[in-house]
Structure formats: C-alpha cells, structure tokens
C-alpha cells in the first residue's frame, strides 16, 4: 500500500538557518504530494503541493519538488523565522483516491 | 468565512462509554472525511463521504466505529464501547470536490482520552 517516510524530529535550529525536511513515499502510480504545516493550538493546514513529477510547490518561503526518480517530496527554506515553528507532515493522494497518507510528522523548533 | 468546526473539543470517556463526535464542515462542501491521530503520529484514514453517501470506510479499525453523514452535511462519528487504544485525536475534513486540485480543510479536531 502506499506509505510515506518522513524525517524523524524533533528538529532545533536557529532563526535565519536553512531549512531541509526530508520526506520519501512509496505508491504506485502517479500521487500527488502535500506538505501540510500544524502550529501551536491550530488545526493542519496546507503548506504546498505539487501533483506531477518535476512540479515545484511554493508558499511562505518554503518549497518542494516532486521528483518521481527519487520518489521524494524534501521540504526546504533558505531562512527560517520563529514563526515557523510547528509540526509538518508529509503526505500523498493516488489517482483515484480520495484519501490522504500521512507521514509521522516532523516537529520544528526555531530559537532566535 | 467559517471553517471545519468539530464538537467537543476534549472529550473523557470511561472504557466501555459509547462516544459521538460532530463534525460541520465548510457549507457547500461535497465531500467530508475522518481522519485518527494517535500521539506523536501522522493522522491516518478513517472514512469518506460523498454528499451523503459513505464511499470509504476502508479505514475504520473496527465495527465498533460508526459514521454517518444522513443530510450530505453535518457528519457525526461514533464510537461504540470505548477502549484505551482508541484515545486519539480526531480530525474532521472536508473540501468542495473530488479533484486532486481541491484542499482538504481540517477542523482543530476531537481529542478522546478514553479511561
């Protein structure tokens, strides 16, 4: 069945590093692929997606490309604020299903 | 405008309890899904609805767990003689279509701590 492997957390940095979170999927088929961002005391939220191979999603600073050959979806910013603290997940949807896979999630610490 | 919003927020169950949980999504919103997220994991899929009609119940982890939609809207997912491993967040979502290009909404969730 189709699963996703996310980075393991949590993760510290501090404000003004660069950011990567990886993330790999297994699922046959073409999916497509979410970044999905939780902050403190809100509800899940989506970050960016991209649903072909090679597509770039991009919001708030924060991009990921698709890329089949790998089968990954890495979450990257150049510099991150204490505003992005929060916990990201990882997450696909197969043609012809409407159902989202999940990764474990990623919480992201920033100290300024 | 208003979000997905899901009632109670918290909720205490003694073991063995039956429990119901209300889930009112975005007007206009055709489909609507559950969704169960143990501590420290990714939510994992319950069940989809269709306006009114249950699509997808592939994901519910027994018969003890029950999911009606019965006016395409409100939906409500209920729990029959509660147990430990079944305390978890749960986290309503709806969206306006079945494309890949609509978002799924997700309301702050249900957290069940059953006792």
């Known amino acids: 069945g189709d699963s996703v492997t996310q980075m393991e957390g949590p993760v510290t940095l501090s404000e003004e590093a660069f950011l990567t979170i990886n993330c790999t999927y297994t699922?046959?088929?073409?999916?497509?692929l979410f970044w999905y961002v939780q902050y403190p005391g809100e509800g899940l939220q989506l970050l960016l997606k991209?649903?072909?191979?090679?597509d770039k999603g991009s919001n708030k600073g924060f991009e990921a490309t698709y890329r089949k050959e790998t089968t990954s979806f890495h979450l990257e910013k150049g510099s991150v604020q204490v505003s992005d603290s929060a916990v990201y997940f990882c997450a696909l949807r197969n043609f012809g299903n409407e159902k989202l896979t999940f990764g474990t999630g990623t919480r992201l610490t920033i100290i300024p | 405008g208003a979000g997905v919003s899901q009632s109670p927020r918290y909720k205490v169950a003694k073991r063995g309890q039956d429990v119901a949980l209300r889930c009112d999504p975005i007007?206009?919103?055709?489909?609507l899904f559950w969704y169960q997220q143990a501590l420290g994991q990714g939510p994992e899929f319950l069940t989809y609805?269709?306006?009114?009609?249950?699509?997808?119940k592939s994901g519910l982890p027994s018969d003890r767990f029950f999911a009606e939609r019965p006016e395409g809207s409100v939906s409500t997912l209920k729990i029959q003689r509660t147990q430990q491993e079944d305390s978890a967040v749960y986290l309503c979502?709806?969206?306006?279509?079945?494309?890949?290009?609509?978002?799924?909404?997700f309301g702050p969730g249900t957290r069940l701590t059953v006792t």
């Open positions: 991209a649903t072909k191979a090679d």
């Open positions: 979502a709806s969206s306006q279509g079945t494309a890949a290009s609509y978002e799924q909404y």
């Open positions: 699922a046959t088929g073409y999916p497509s």
């Open positions: 007007s206009g919103h055709v489909s």
């Open positions: 609805f269709q306006n009114e009609a249950q699509l997808d």
